[in-house]
C-alpha cells in the first residue's frame, strides 16, 4: 500500500536582522527629508508643466530640438518647466526654458548610469528615491508634456494615466508628441486593452497627440481657458492624498 504524500511544512519565520531593520527604519527620515524639501522649494512654482522624453536622445536629434522649442515657448508662455534633470530630451527642455522667461526646474535622480544632471537648472533637488521623485512631478503639475522616450519615460506616463483615471489626481493635459512614435502604442491599447475591456473606451480621451510645439501650448491654454490654473479646494484636498 503506497505511503500518504507527505504534507509540505511551512517555511518557519526567521528573527530579523536587527542591524538592516534599524537601517530601513532610518530611511524614512531620508525620504521624509525629500519630500519636505521638495514641497517647500516646488509649491510656489506654479503654473508649471512637466517634460518627459529619453535621457539617450542627442543635441543634434530632432527630438532634442523639438523639446527644446516647445519647453521656449511653455516658458515664455508663462510656465516653469520641470524635467528629469538628466541629459537627452531632460536637458532640451530645461535649456528652452533657461532661455525663456520662467523657471527651469530639474528633479534629479541618483543612479548608477545615465544620469548627470545638466547645466539648465534655476532649481535643482536631488533625489534618492524614485517614488518621492514621482510625487513632486504630479503635484504641482499643470500639464504632462511627454516626448519620445524609453521605458522611464513610459513609466511617468503611466503613472499619471493611472492617478488622473482613478480619481487620485486633479485632471490635466497629457500630451503625447510626435504621433509617428506613439502610434504603435496607441494602435495596441485600442486593439488590445480597449477591447479586452481593461481600460474603457473613454480612457483614451485623457490622452492628446500633437506634432507641433504651439499645438502645445495651445492644448494647455485650452484646457484652463474656463477655470484657471489653481487647483479648486476639491482638488488640493486630491492632492494630499497622492
Known amino acids: 500500500m503506497a505511503s500518504a504524500p507527505e504534507e509540505p511544512t511551512r517555511p518557519s519565520l526567521r528573527p530579523p536582522d536587527e542591524a538592516a531593520l534599524v ?3 532610518w530611511k524614512v527620515f531620508q525620504i521624509m527629508a525629500e519630500f519636505v524639501e521638495g514641497f517647500e522649494r516646488l509649491s510656489s512654482i506654479r503654473p508649471s508643466v512637466s517634460i518627459f522624453g529619453s535621457a539617450r536622445t542627442p543635441p543634434d536629434h530632432p527630438y532634442y ?25 531632460m536637458e532640451a527642455a530645461n535649456k528652452g526654458a533657461f532661455a525663456g522667461k520662467s523657471a527651469s526646474v530639474g528633479l534629479n535622480i541618483t543612479l548608477p548610469h545615465e544620469q548627470l544632471a545638466n547645466e539648465y537648472q534655476d532649481v535643482s533637488l536631488n533625489f534618492r528615491h524614485f ?10 503639475a499643470s500639464a504632462y508634456v511627454v516626448l519620445p522616450g524609453g521605458f522611464g519615460t513610459l513609466d511617468e506616463l503611466a503613472e499619471i494615466l493611472t492617478l488622473v483615471q482613478t480619481g487620485k489626481s486633479q485632471r490635466i493635459p497629457i500630451i503625447l508628441v510626435h504621433a509617428p512614435f506613439w502610434r504603435g502604442l496607441l494602435d495596441w491599447i485600442r486593439a488590445t486593452m480597449v477591447a479586452e475591456r481593461t481600460i474603457a473606451p473613454e480612457d483614451l480621451d485623457l490622452i492628446q497627440v500633437v506634432d507641433r510645439p504651439e499645438e502645445v501650448v495651445d492644448a494647455i491654454f485650452s484646457h ?3 477655470r484657471g490654473f489653481e487647483p ?9 492624498y497622492l
Open 23 to 25: 537601517r530601513e527604519s
Open 65 to 89: 530640438r523639438l523639446a527644446e522649442t516647445i519647453a521656449r515657448q511653455l516658458s515664455d508662455a508663462g510656465f516653469a518647466v520641470v524635467s528629469g534633470g538628466g541629459p537627452g530630451i
Open 131 to 140: 517614488f518621492t521623485r514621482k510625487v513632486m512631478f504630479v503635484k504641482y
Open 224 to 226: 484652463y481657458e474656463s
Open 232 to 240: 479648486s479646494a476639491a482638488e488640493r484636498e486630491m492632492l494630499m
